[in-house]
């Protein structure tokens, strides 16, 4: 079972910037595809990033596209989120999500077998 910890998420004025780590528990190399899910008070879950195996393809909402910069590092079992320029309209519980197989299907959050419990990221105007 792979468990996921998300962390670096807070209050922060917009324009400012954060940046989100996921550690998994299990090698990150074993994982073919990770990415970024959120969810604001009273909406629905949102697709944020993805990011395939070796970092060879990534893939944006183009509400973050610019803005935010989705990474990996295997050798240290992490993803990252480095989130700029930020808006109040991204205030959200930040999940981090991974799961095996082809890199496909990104924006489908039922296609991901593995959830982080989340972060609060709170911007403020």
């Known amino acids: 079972q792979v468990q996921l910890a998300e962390s670096g998420g807070g209050l922060v004025q917009a324009g400012g910037s954060l940046r989100l780590s996921c550690a998994a528990s299990v090698p990150t190399s074993s994982i073919y595809n990770m990415g970024w899910f959120r969810q604001a008070p009273g909406k629905e879950r949102e697709f944020v990033a993805a990011i395939s195996w070796r970092g060879y393809n990534t893939y944006y909402a183009d509400s973050v596209k610019g803005r935010f910069t989705i990474s990996r590092d295997n050798a240290k079992n992490t993803e990252y989120l480095q989130m700029n320029s930020l808006k109040p309209e991204d205030t959200a519980v930040y999940y981090c999500?991974?799961?095996?197989?082809?890199?496909?299907?990104?924006?489908?959050?039922?296609?991901?077998?593995?959830w982080g419990q989340g972060t609060q990221v709170t911007v403020s105007s």
């Open positions: 999500v991974a799961r095996p197989g082809p890199w496909a299907r990104v924006l489908d959050p039922d296609e991901y077998n593995y």
